[in-house]
């Protein structure tokens, strides 16, 4: 499996994960922290409208989780393009599980990914 990462979504996970270091370090880092019984996670997400506005569905995401999302610290949110693919951003655990508390996150389903993850950064893709 194939996932490209954007800087957005390394960025974040330096910061969720209070890590630094090059750029390499961060890339082992990910692919050190996700390569702990990952999972992949649909679930059908919306956004609150502001002034009391009805949600509205943004659809069905794919987050790549360490283990149940229920324990994962971070999440990576991905677009899928034929089995490769692309984050958007990086997610905290706390962040996902107050979006399923206010019912911004529902339908979850996961399993477990059984093939090894290849990471590289969006520039590196042609």
């Given at each position: 499996?194939?996932?490209f990462?954007?800087?957005?979504?390394?960025?974040?996970f330096?910061r969720?994960?209070?890590t630094?270091?090059?750029?390499?370090?961060v890339l082992?880092?990910?692919?050190h922290?996700?390569s702990?019984?990952?999972?992949?996670?649909?679930?059908?997400?919306?956004t609150?409208?502001r002034?009391?506005?009805?949600?509205?569905?943004k659809?069905?995401?794919?987050?790549?989780a360490?283990?149940?999302?229920k324990?994962?610290?971070v999440?990576l949110?991905l677009?899928?393009?034929?089995?490769?693919y692309t984050?958007v951003?990086?997610l905290?655990?706390r962040e996902f599980?107050?979006g399923?508390k206010k019912?911004?996150?529902?339908?979850?389903?996961?399993?477990?990914?059984?093939e090894d993850i290849?990471y590289?950064?969006?520039?590196a893709?042609s």
């Open positions: 499996m194939d996932v990462l954007n800087t957005h979504a390394v960025d974040e330096k969720h994960m209070k630094g270091g090059t750029l390499e370090d082992k880092s990910i692919s922290f996700f702990v019984n990952p999972h992949l996670v649909q679930a059908k997400t919306f609150l409208q002034s009391g506005k009805q949600p509205r569905f659809g069905t995401t794919t987050f790549l360490r283990g149940s999302w324990l994962s610290e999440l949110i677009v899928s393009d034929n089995g490769v984050t951003t990086t905290s655990g599980k107050i399923v019912k911004r996150i529902i339908d979850i389903s996961e399993k477990p990914v059984r290849n590289q950064m969006v520039s893709r």
